[in-house]
């Protein structure tokens, strides 16, 4: 159980393009999603935080124009980048927590490797 | 504020030696929880242990042990007899109660060479 996936896995776009990405909760209902961002060789830093039905809250430093979250479903997210250039090329990972989480615990998708040319 | 630090950049080993990795963390609250992820190449996050701040009994599983110190607040984890498949990026993170964010280490890169 708690399985997230993503979609896509990998993707390369052009630079001024946009690019969704989407996160699933497969077997849970997902109350709470989570959108990282991991650059080469770092740690996972937090993007925003989304809730179900309502604005995703974005950590400082996180352009909202530019990282469009929807958590229109308790089962699914999206994170789209709009007009990528090549400095946002990096490995973006989701993860959810449902109703009754355990400690607090996220269930992690498999990432998507965005390469921005 | 929360933090969690991974002093080890990278560990270098070979086969059949045991390893530990340092996670250190600072938090205000009384309750809390402590994680540890492995992502090896793929990138795919694993996810290894779960401990609350209530529980400090020391986890054994297989060749993975977690010794969660409150008194020192550290929450280091031992790989006995590492194998190449062990090679992999290692991060401890760190979430308050309250369904908190989760607050992640640097990293320590492991890598296991026959």
């Known amino acids: 159980g708690a399985v997230v996936s993503q979609h896509p896995s990998r993707v390369i776009c052009k630079s001024g393009t946009s690019v969704k990405i989407e996160c699933r909760s497969l077997d849970f209902q997902a109350t709470t999603m989570f959108w990282y961002r991991q650059f080469p060789k770092q740690s996972l830093m937090l993007m925003a935080t989304s809730n179900e039905g309502s604005k995703a809250t974005y950590e400082q430093g996180v352009e909202k124009d530019k990282f469009l979250i929807n958590h229109a479903s308790l089962t699914l997210s999206t994170l789209t980048v709009t007009s990528a250039h090549p400095e946002d090329s990096s490995f973006y990972i989701c993860?959810?927590?449902?109703?009754?989480?355990?400690?607090?615990?996220?269930?992690f998708g498999p990432g998507t490797r965005l390469t921005v040319t | 504020a929360q933090k969690v630090t991974q002093a080890q950049t990278e560990i270098s080993v070979v086969e059949k030696e045991d390893v530990t990795l340092d996670c250190v963390y600072e938090t205000r609250d009384t309750t809390y929880y402590l994680f540890w992820y492995k992502q090896p190449p793929s990138g795919e996050l694993v996810f290894l242990i779960r401990?609350?701040?209530?529980?400090?009994q020391n986890e054994i599983s297989g060749r993975y042990s977690w010794n969660f110190q409150k008194s020192t607040s550290s929450f280091n984890f031992t790989i006995t007899a590492s194998q190449v498949v062990d090679s992999a990026v290692y991060f401890c993170a760190l979430s308050e109660a309250g369904y908190s964010t989760l607050t992640f280490g640097k990293g320590t890169m492991l890598l296991v060479s026959p």
């Open positions: 401990r609350n701040s209530f529980d400090e």
């Open positions: 993860s959810a927590r449902g109703r009754t989480g355990l400690g607090n615990e996220q269930y």
